[in-house]
């Protein structure tokens, strides 16, 4: 399966932005599906997740209450609404994806396909 994640951009602090992923090669109905992000100078974070059924989601402290993830299964495309945003949240985004069951669905190694990312800067 084959990821193309878009929507970051530059936006003021308190904004709003839509992510995308695209999945193309395979419906990814099957898959556990997650966003990533990774600041300059850190490692790559958890941000959310979902089960491949949709029921049961998952967020990093950081951006619970604040970041929605969700899913189109018609479109082959994963979400990540990102609202009140903070200038703590500039990184660059990657949607991950993994047949099945996501052994540790917090973990990136978990993940076997990967987005190139889109980039998000949150200006104070």
């Known amino acids: 399966v084959q990821l193309q994640a878009f929507g970051g951009g530059l936006v003021q602090a308190g904004g709003s932005l839509r992510l995308s992923c695209a999945a193309s090669?395979?419906?990814?109905?099957?898959?556990?599906m997650g966003w990533f992000r990774q600041a300059p100078g850190k490692e790559r974070e958890f941000v959310a997740a979902?089960?491949?059924?949709?029921?049961?989601?998952y967020y990093a402290d950081s951006v619970k209450g604040r970041f929605i993830i969700s899913k189109d299964n018609a479109k082959n495309t994963v979400y990540l609404q990102m609202n009140s945003l903070k200038p703590e949240d500039t990184a660059l985004y990657y949607c991950?994806?993994?047949?099945?069951?996501?052994?540790?669905?917090?973990?990136?190694?978990?993940?076997?396909?990967w987005g190139q990312g889109t980039q998000v800067t949150v200006s104070s």
């Open positions: 979902f089960r491949w059924s949709g029921v049961r989601k």
């Open positions: 991950a994806a993994v047949s099945g069951y996501a052994v540790d669905i917090y973990n990136s190694a978990s993940y076997d396909y």
């Open positions: 090669g395979r419906t990814f109905s099957n898959y556990d």
